[in-house]
């Protein structure tokens, strides 16, 4: 049972960003890699939901590995397995996000205003 816990957030990441890359969603005020810079372009929209999404799902599977380990050989408290757990969703969004980032400006460079 505490596996389980272990992969909620993962999982739970890894089907929203599978959700976005399949469906591609246009660019709108609710869903999807909403920043200054990818809302002002299309071209960018885009770009940055699919790096975002792809992102999410691999580090989503390099994080869910090493927690259900962690999980299943040393750790017996159910708290302990909740907050790791979130520890390696946020470090999954932080890391997406910075990657996301990153590539955007390589491949569009500083935003000129």
Sequence with gaps: MKWIMGLLLPTLFSIIALIMLIAKPNPNSVFGYRTLRSTSDERVWYFANKVWSIATILLSLLFCIPTVCLVNCFIEDILTV??????????TLFASIIITQILIRRKFGKKRN
């Design 82 to 91: 909740v907050l790791l757990d979130m520890a390696a969703a946020l470090t």
